[in-house]
T-cell receptor
């Protein structure tokens, strides 16, 4: 069974803090993704990575950065948290060679910035 | 205009009802069509997928794709309270390769099936 884990289920941070969200997958997947999920807006792609040290911007990268030093781990960084970054953050992974682009998701991190 | 449009609902139906969930899209390059189900406080999980046009059935669930109309549907027969979840459609233009596995998601429809 594919397992994607995220470091925290709930996180409360103050405006201006640097925030790290960690994601680990155990199935040797090449692709990893960070989304945020907001009511009425669905899943929006922030960044993705298709290999170690490789990253690509998604649809809403502003205010975020990522790091992928090891294949199994993909980190999302909020350099200076703002209240409009309060959201549910979902990490996902997928095989690059699969017949589908099926993505496996972690349970999510509910981030509140006050 | 979003590439994929999905009515966010919420949709509330009695147990046993037939549920119809729909998405429209604008990118004619989409070939793989998926439905994810997301229970409260969980990540989405793949429920069903279809390639190109046609129907696919899995138990009480049927996925339909009409590429000529750029319209996909998920039907749930004999709906159960355990079907209460958010349903997200997702699409991709090709599998693997230079797409790097990117999916385009709809906004998600919140479904509640009450006993």
């Amino acid at each position: 069974d594919v397992k994607v884990t995220q470091s925290s289920r709930y996180l409360v941070k103050r405006t201006g803090e640097k925030v790290f969200l960690e994601c680990v997958q155990d199935m040797d997947h090449e692709n990893m993704f960070w989304y945020r999920q907001d009511p009425g807006l669905g899943l929006r792609l922030i960044y993705f990575s298709y290999d170690v040290k490789m990253k690509e911007k998604g649809d809403i990268p502003e205010g975020y950065s990522v790091s992928r030093e090891k294949k199994e781990r993909f980190s999302l960084i909020l350099e200076s948290a703002s209240t409009n970054q309060t959201s549910m953050y979902l990490c996902a992974s997928s095989l690059s060679s699969g017949p589908l682009n099926e993505q496996y998701f972690g349970p999510g991190t509910r981030l509140t910035v006050t | 205009q979003k590439e994929v449009e999905q009515d966010p609902g919420p949709l509330s139906v009695p147990e046993g009802a037939i549920v119809s969930l729909n998405c429209t899209y604008s990118n004619s390059a989409f070939q793989y069509f998926m439905w994810y189900r997301q229970y409260s406080r969980k990540g989405p999980e793949l429920l069903m997928y279809t390639y190109s046009s046609g129907n696919k059935e899995d138990g009480r669930f049927t996925a339909q794709v009409d590429k000529s109309s750029k319209y996909i549907s998920l039907f749930i027969r004999d709906s159960q309270p355990s079907d209460s979840a958010t349903y997200l459609c997702a699409m991709s233009a090709n599998a693997g390769g230079t797409s790097y596995g990117k999916l385009t998601f709809g906004q998600g429809t919140i479904l509640t099936v009450h006993p």
